[in-house]
């Protein structure tokens, strides 16, 4: 679920970024934990054999979580407070999905 809420997200703003006329929509690196690309993740999640790439997948999605800090602190854009928390939850989803996401090799 949460890869489809949050790629629904990102699919939003990828339709704001690109094709209307707003202009808070250009540049915005909400887009960085709102990734379009999970809605169609989410449906692959549901299957009960995951590939190894999605493990690769979840990485780079952590990788994105942990990179908005860094924008935030470098003040190349503003983030709202209220997101801290659910960049938390999103990073400690990521990271439980990443660890357990494939089963061990025996």
Not at 34 to 54: G, Q, R
Not at 56 to 75: A, E, S
Request: hydrophobic content about 60%; charged content about 10%.
């Amino acid at each position: 679920m949460t890869f489809f809420i949050t790629g629904l997200i990102g699919v939003i703003l990828a339709y704001l970024w690109l094709f209307s006329s707003h202009k808070t929509a250009p540049n915005n690196f909400n887009v960085l934990w709102a990734f379009a690309p999970n809605i169609i993740v989410a449906f692959f999640i549901l299957k009960k054999a995951p590939k190894i790439w999605l493990q690769q997948y979840v990485l780079i999605l952590i990788g994105f979580i942990l990179l908005v800090p860094v924008l935030w602190i470098l003040g190349i854009q503003a983030f709202p407070v209220a997101v801290v928390p659910l960049l938390f939850l999103l990073l400690g989803r990521y990271a439980y999905l990443y660890k357990y996401l494939l089963p061990p090799k025996k």
